[in-house]
Every structure is written in C-alpha cells, then in structure tokens.
Antibody
Framework: EVQLVESGGGLVQPGGSLRLSCAAS????????MTWVRQVPGKGLQWVAT????????FYVDSVKGRFTISRDNAKNSLYLQMRSLGAEDAAVYYC????????????????????WGQGTMVTVSS | SYELTQPPSVSVSPGQTAKITCSGD??????AYWYHQKPGQAPVLVIY???ERPSGIPERFSGSGSGTTVTLTISGVQAEDEADYYC???????????FGGGTRLTVL
C-alpha cells in the first residue's frame, strides 16, 4: 500500500525550532519529488516546500524562505522539514505529499499533481 | 508569489450541477488540479491536467479551462460530495506552486 506517515509535530515556543518527518512506503520514494503542504485548522491549503528526487534542488513559498529547510534521505525513504524561527503564523497541520511532476515515474501521466497525502501532523506555536 | 482565486462557497440541491471556478494568471500555461477535502481528512485528487479524472473518481466530476479560469463541474451532486474543494497550479516558472483559497460545497 502506498503510504505517507508524518511525525514530529507538537507544541513549540515562538522563535523555536521543530523538525518534521515523513516516512514513505509502498512506492519508489527515490524517484519522486516530494512536497510539504500546510493548513491552518479551518483555513485553506498552502504549499510550503518541494524537493527534487535526488535532493539537488529545493523550492519554497516566500513566507518560509530562510527559515525552513526541506530535505530527504532516500536510503531511509524519509522526507524532512526543519523549521526555525517559528511564529504564530506557522501553526498548522503539516502534510507531506508525493508530487507526480518533475521526473519520469509511473504516475507522471498525472502531470504536476500532489497525488498521495499523509494524514498530517499538527504544529502549535505558543508560549 | 502566485495566487489562485476561488469563490468561498457554492450551494446546490441534490441532483443539480455545481460549478466551482478558479482564476489565475498562469492558467493558460499551466495545468490545474482539483482536490476535495472532507473534515478531518487529507485532500484527495479529483481532477488532473485541467480535465482528466483519476481512477476511482466518479464520472460526475469533470473539469474544463478557458484562458485564466478553470472550472470544476459536479453533475448530479450527491450528499457525499459536500466538502471543501481546492484548485492547485503553478506559476509560469512551474516551480512555485499555489492552492486556491478553497470553496465549500454545501448540498442543501
């Protein structure tokens, strides 16, 4: 079964740091670009960051550039999001998602979609 | 930054047709994708490349595009279709992604 499982969320103080993880299974993780998307409870989805399959390039939404770092360990089938200088505006459910664009993969017929999503991990920023 | 604009809400009666629009400057160049999300659940892809339907998505879901606007159409709406719907695309570079603000579909 194709699956993504996030972990690492929790309560952090303003200005603090947190590292999220996403464990992938059931597909060739090393072949896919991967993405983090976040959602403030009751609000809409926001794309956060995307990383190429080999980790050679990263892309970020403007509001997290310089504070967040997306990375991956293909040997461990894992995706990460290192978050620093966290503020109230970063409090959200963070989803990892598989991106079907950018590489030759079995699901590239889907174009540039986020086709598989994890269940999300909640990040709360509060003193 | 890049923005996609959706109406906040759409309401229809069961059996009617719901149309949800999404506008963005780069939509003539970039495909659009649609997701639905029910409370407490992760988003699910329902339309890819403007108008294609993934396996397992009912035929009543369809998509179309014209210029800077794309449209998700749900024909013969059922109560189970009540959800939040999001469009997604990228800017002209193709490496800065965005979601629309979301549209809550209410089945009356």
């Amino acid at each position: 079964e194709v699956q993504l499982v996030e972990s690492g969320g929790g309560l952090v103080q303003p200005g603090g740091s947190l590292r999220l993880s996403c464990a992938a299974s059931g597909f060739m993780f090393r072949s896919y670009w991967m993405t983090w998307v976040r959602q403030v409870p009751g609000k809409g989805l926001q794309w956060v960051a995307t990383i190429k399959q080999d980790g050679s390039e990263e892309f970020y939404v403007d509001s997290v550039k310089g504070r967040f770092t997306i990375s991956r360990d293909n040997a461990k089938n894992s995706l990460y999001l290192q978050m620093r200088s966290l503020g109230a505006e970063d409090a959200a459910v963070y989803y990892c998602a598989r991106y079907t664009g950018g590489a030759v993969v079995p699901t590239d017929f889907l174009g540039d979609a986020f086709d598989i999503w994890g269940q999300g991990t909640m990040v709360t920023v509060s003193s | 930054s890049y923005e996609l604009t959706q109406p906040p809400s759409v309401s229809v009666s069961p059996g009617q047709t719901a149309k949800i629009t999404c506008s963005g400057d780069a939509l003539p160049k970039q495909f659009a994708y649609w997701y639905h999300q029910k409370p407490g659940q992760a988003p699910v892809l329902v339309i890819y490349k403007d108008s294609e339907r993934p396996s397992g998505i009912p035929e009543r879901f369809s998509g179309s595009g014209s210029g800077t606007t794309v449209t998700l159409t749900i024909s013969g709406v059922q109560a189970e279709d009540e959800a939040d719907y999001y469009c997604q695309s990228a800017d002209s570079s193709g490496t800065y992604w965005a979601f629309g603000g979301g549209t809550r579909l209410t089945v009356l």
